[in-house]
């Protein structure tokens, strides 16, 4: 059984900053990717960032040069640092682990409200 855990969210004005962390824990032999979506009321969920065993990511064209993914592989955590907050950037931000041989894990989700 595999645990995905988010944690970082919250309410943050326009031009602030916060920083998520996905923790996975349980059996896990490798992970090949982790990578962070958000769904806004009303809206399809959508892939923010993303990164893979080797350190490449990926990024959202909304998102590419405010948000940085990271990844501490010996922590099975990945970091999603947000900067220059926008309200359109708030959506339920879910976690989702992709181990090497089994199927995907997703957190529960954290509220991110960006608002005056």
């Known amino acids: 059984q595999v645990q995905v855990v988010e944690s970082g969210g919250g309410l943050v004005q326009p031009g602030g900053s916060l920083r998520l962390s996905c923790a996975a824990s349980g059996v896990i032999f490798s992970i090949s990717a982790m990578g962070w979506y958000r769904q806004a009321p009303g809206k399809q969920r959508e892939l923010v960032a993303a990164?893979?065993?080797?350190?490449?990511?990926n990024y959202a064209d909304s998102v590419k040069g405010r948000f940085t993914i990271s990844r501490d592989n010996a922590k099975n955590t990945v970091y999603l640092q947000m900067n220059s907050l926008k309200p359109e950037d708030t959506a339920v931000y879910y976690c989702k682990v992709v181990p090497t041989h089994s199927r995907d894990y997703w957190g529960q989700g954290t509220q991110v409200t960006v608002s005056s």
């Open positions: 990164i893979i065993s080797g350190g490449t990511t």
